[in-house]
């Protein structure tokens, strides 16, 4: 018995049986009594299972796994008084390289904690979109910070996005790395931040635009961040005890495989020079006739578009991506002048 002791005693609190652990108490959420039509938020974060459930792959290789415990416990037995926290997104010129999105956050009238933000272009290396779904994002994301994390809350959105990604997405988008997940930065430290807190966390979906003071009030937070002279700042990091990368060995697929691996190298492989140059031939065309300037995403998806045929839609790819014997390809000093006037067409 004594050996054992000093065996146990060499482990960090994180794995030591003898320590209260999270899973102790997590269970206890599905106690709770969610308010009419809202969802409770599953603070869980511990992981059960056969081994399979264990292991992860593709894991994020600048990320040093952690022996730190949660400290954290949900109380449901809390007096302090529900603070209901309306949320809402925005953004102008949404799909074009202009565009400008704000996220507004609502605790009542004349309440120190309302607010109106500006999203930042960037944070620190990550991209943010300019998106209206972004900006629904940043404000669920940064609602839980501005009261104390043992004060029981409720979410209320418009946005049907931000409710699937705190609750019937979340699990598959962690089983599967976010893989192919717009804005996964941004919904890794949201659900980061929900389930730091320590008292029940309810979501509400409410009609927009359909008279409710809440979601009023939040819209209009939201459309008056994108009039701010000054991005604002907001924060992505997740604490080390909180932070899951990598794809569930047993959700891996060989398609799931393929996507991770393209999605990686991706993010470290710049784009081909005369793919950049035909998407801001398009970009300039597209201001010139119509006054707006498509994203690189924007472009992507519209050729895409099940308007077109297939076969329209593979033409139009390859020529994105410069494949096909077009434009520039005929101005070649070798050619001859009436080969080399194949590079422009009045047509």
């Known amino acids: 018995m004594s050996r054992a002791k000093e065996l146990l005693d060499t482990l960090p609190s994180?794995?030591?049986?003898?320590?209260?652990?999270?899973?102790?108490h997590e269970g206890?959420?599905?106690?709770?009594?969610a308010p009419e039509d809202a969802d409770n938020f599953d603070y869980r974060i511990t992981t059960a299972g056969t081994l399979s459930d264990i292991f992860r792959v593709f894991t994020d290789q600048d990320w040093t796994p952690t022996n730190d415990?949660?400290?954290?416990?949900?109380?449901?037995?809390?007096?302090?008084r529900m603070i209901i926290i309306a949320t809402d997104g925005s953004c102008v010129d949404n799909g074009?390289?202009?565009a400008?999105?704000?996220?507004?956050?609502?605790?009542?009238?004349?309440?120190?904690?309302?607010?109106?933000?500006?999203?930042?272009?960037?944070?620190?290396?990550?991209?943010?979109?300019?998106?209206?779904?972004?900006a629904e994002l940043v404000a669920a994301k940064m609602a839980p910070e501005l009261i104390q994390r043992t004060t029981p809350m409720t979410l209320e959105t418009d946005s049907k996005y931000v409710i699937s990604h705190l609750t019937s997405s979340l699990k598959k988008m962690e089983d599967t790395g976010y893989t192919n997940v717009n804005n996964a930065d941004i919904i890794r430290a949201m659900v980061a931040n929900y389930r730091?807190?320590?008292a029940p966390t309810s979501i509400v979906w409410v009609k927009g635009h359909n008279g409710h003071p809440g979601n009023e009030a939040a819209d209009a937070l939201a459309g008056a961040a994108t009039d701010k002279d000054r991005e604002d700042a907001i924060a992505l990091e997740i604490p080390p005890e909180l932070k899951v990368t990598g794809v569930k060995l047993n959700a891996?697929?060989?398609?799931?495989?393929?996507?991770?691996?393209r999605q990686l190298r991706a993010d470290k492989t710049p784009q081909r020079p005369r793919t950049s140059n035909v998407l801001g031939q398009v970009k300039s065309q597209a201001r010139s006739l119509f006054g707006i300037a498509p994203?690189?995403?924007?472009?992507?998806?519209?050729?895409?578009?099940?308007?077109?045929?297939?076969?329209?839609?593979y033409f139009l790819w390859m020529i994105a991506n410069d494949a096909y014997m077009t434009g520039t390809h005929w101005d070649r000093p070798s050619y001859s002048p009436e080969v080399r006037a194949r590079a422009t067409t009045t047509r």
């Open 14 to 24: 994180k794995w030591d049986p003898r320590k209260s652990q999270p899973e102790d």
């Open 295 to 313: 994203t690189d995403s924007t472009i992507w998806k519209s050729i895409h578009s099940k308007d077109l045929e297939r076969k329209t839609r």
């Open 96 to 98: 074009q390289e202009n």
């Open 28 to 33: 206890d959420f599905l106690e709770m009594n």
């Open 100 to 134: 400008v999105a704000g996220a507004g956050i609502y605790l009542g009238p004349e309440n120190a904690g309302n607010r109106s933000i500006k999203l930042p272009k960037h944070v620190g290396d990550v991209p943010i979109t300019q998106s209206n779904q972004a």
């Open 252 to 261: 891996l697929t060989q398609k799931l495989a393929y996507n991770t691996i």
């Open 69 to 80: 415990v949660l400290a954290r416990r949900v109380k449901h037995d809390s007096d302090e």
């Open 196 to 198: 730091r807190r320590e």
